[in-house]
């Protein structure tokens, strides 16, 4: 089935009521028909509700239909797209393990990786999403995740899925890839070997701005992977937490199995019902989205490109983007999202024109079928010296643009006036 019938369909049979809404199912638990019957649920003899912390049916169609989207076997719902990441890595490395990260992530993922994780005991090595030479040095025994954006956040940048996938690969690595820019809909990283797609639903998902949430995607077979590997003992062996429960042995997708039954279950990152429904109403025009917002971005990237102003423009659909060959490469007809930023001559210049605009909102989220403008030297980069700036790829006058689903002339008419007021 193609991906827009699946994002209506897939993961919900209607109940006897015939309800064509998938309904909310707003509760905290539910009733067991008998002692043994709860038994049976708590030891996986059979599979059912239990708790809203542990699984819940609207998010449980979410989660089926978000997992035949990227084309992989099993999906976990979160309250957030950190919270997403967190699990991905969380459930492969423990204190005294290693990951592999691209430098070119979003903020909350650097953070979190350079110092949260390190309060755990997990080290952070980095490596250039443009120059994989240096990646396979990094790797030891300890090394439990490579961890990269397909489309980064906010540099822009389009990763080489299948040169990073083979190097985890070849050593029995799980590669971790955030495709929250980019969607199922424009690019299928398990189509490139990844093993774990990580999402924030607060983005595309929703796709109007609308509720916070994450998801986390495990790919088809990944237990051959698993399975007998020296780097994933919590696996393969008796999981204390559980009553010896070995993951490999359930035939139970493992890796959200896991991260369900300790890190959900003890965590509680949960997404609620309603937010979870939110989502399934969001995917279902998720295609279509992503064209418009794709052939939106295309149009203003061309015109910024023609304006004596703006001294460059960054959108991987431009051919004269370093990108380009990555993007045709692997997005769906070369589409690119909605994401792109320029860079005008100063800081100053560049405060003027996202002050002129009056239809691009200034605001830190992407994704929204609202644009969206936003001025990283003034905001999210603020700590950080002008030499410093230009280090990480986000020079004092750069602008960056979550591009809506307005009308484009009405979007390229407002640019043209902020620029020159
Ligand atoms: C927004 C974002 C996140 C974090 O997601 P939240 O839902 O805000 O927690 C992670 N990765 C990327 C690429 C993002 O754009």
Known sequence: MDLQT???HAGYTKDSQGTMAVPIYQTTAYEFRDVQHAADLFSLKELGNIYTRLNNPTTDVFE?????????????ATSSGMSAIFFAIANAAEAGDNIICARQLYGGSLTLSTHTLKRFGIEARFFNVHDTSSLESLIDDKTKVIFFESLTNPSIDVADIEVITKIANKHGILSVVDNTVATPVLCRPFEHGADIIVHSASKYTTGQGLAIGGILVERKNLIEKLKANPRYEQFNKPDASY?????VDTNLPPYTLRARLSLLRDLGAVSSPFNSWLFIQ?????SLRMREHSKNALELAHFLESHPKVKKVNY?????????????KYFDNGACSGLLSFEVETFEEAAKI????KLYSLVVNIGDSKSIITHPASTTHQQLSKDELNACGVPAGLIRISCGLESIMDLIADMKQALEA
């Open 6 to 8: 699946k994002a209506l």
């Open 64 to 76: 089926k239909r978000f997992a035949e989207l990227e084309g992989g076997e099993a999906a976990l």
């Open 243 to 247: 009553h010896g429960l070995i993951y």
């Open 282 to 286: 969001g995917m279902e025009t998720l």
């Open 316 to 328: 991987p659909g431009l051919q004269s983007n370093s990108n380009y060959k990555n993007a045709q």
């Open 354 to 357: 996202v002050n002129a605009t």
